[in-house]
């Protein structure tokens, strides 16, 4: 029998995380711990990646968090900033109380410059703004358009505006008072 469930829903982009565990372990887990277990085990490539002489203990705050029709909660998660260089990521999502699958990475930020990116699966994408300072975006594709929080560089694309089926999305980056501060055309999903 299977003693692991491997999820396939990494993220493509600069540093990516799969997340695995014992099948029924995971289904036990509260949210909280998946994403506190999900961090830790971010540490030891952050600390080689940074060359720290230990393993950090990563702290992380909500981004945001979006209800789908078939009632599917994601939340996604991301390192505070200013703790490491690294910037980290996890999306969780349960349906019914129950874990479903759950995805992070590390990666972006200043390293790729103000150029904003998609990462994830079709209906769970999340976006990277880069270097770019912005509170919140705007993202629309297919005709349907949503604004989202941005929280240490990181936005969960929510899923009313993913099922049009957009291959491409158009951002718009917004400072704390919403005035566009930048725009990013024809965003390629993955």
């Given amino acids: 029998m299977w003693k692991h469930l491997a999820v396939l829903t990494c993220c493509l982009g600069l540093a990516a995380g799969c997340i695995s565990?014992?099948?029924?372990?995971?289904?036990?887990?509260?949210?909280?711990?998946?994403?506190?277990?999900e961090f830790g085990r971010m540490a030891p490539d952050i600390a080689v990646k940074e060359s720290m002489p230990s393993q950090?203990?990563?702290?992380?705050?909500?981004?945001?968090?979006?209800?789908?029709?078939?009632?599917r909660v994601r939340?996604?998660?991301?390192?505070?900033?200013?703790?490491?260089?690294?910037?980290?990521?996890?999306l969780d999502t349960e349906r019914d109380g129950q874990f479903v699958h759950g995805a992070g990475g590390c990666g972006g930020g200043g390293d790729q410059g103000r150029t904003v990116t998609l990462n994830g699966a079709v209906a769970d994408l999340v976006g990277d703004v880069g270097a770019w300072p912005a509170s919140s975006v705007s993202i629309s594709g297919g005709g349907l358009e949503a604004t989202v929080p941005v929280k240490n560089g990181y936005f969960l694309v929510p899923v009313r505006v993913t099922t049009a089926g957009a291959r491409t999305y158009d951002v718009r980056l917004l400072d704390n008072g919403s005035k566009v501060i930048g725009e990013a055309a024809d965003v390629k999903a993955p």
């Fill in 21 to 37: 565990g014992p099948a029924g372990q995971q289904g036990q887990r509260t949210r909280e711990q998946r994403v506190a277990d």
């Fill in 56 to 71: 950090p203990q990563p702290a992380y705050v909500l981004v945001d968090e979006d209800r789908a029709g078939d009632g």
């Fill in 75 to 90: 939340s996604l998660w991301a390192t505070n900033p200013g703790q490491t260089l690294s910037r980290c990521y996890y």
